[in-house]
């Protein structure tokens, strides 16, 4: 995979990831590399897309989690790992 491309992915990578430094740095980079313009902006768009997916995925995941919380809400903290501690939500 060629320089251009790596920077192309690291520009999505940087929406989803919603890290301002990395796309600053990512964009310049690409720039310095001679990548188009309107190939950053694709990049940029196609990280919004996943962004947008990730998001709607965690929404409904979020509300099916509140509806059932009062039936596995002991599931998650009750449990105690080999070394005596919990499992999560500590």
Partial sequence: MNEQTKELI???ASITGH???CLIYHVAKARDLGVDEQDIREAIAVGHMVEKGSMSAMRDFAESALDSLGQNASTCCSGKTSQGKKKCCS
Avoid: E, K, S
């Fill in 10 to 12: 690291a520009i999505g």
């Fill in 19 to 21: 890290c301002q430094p």
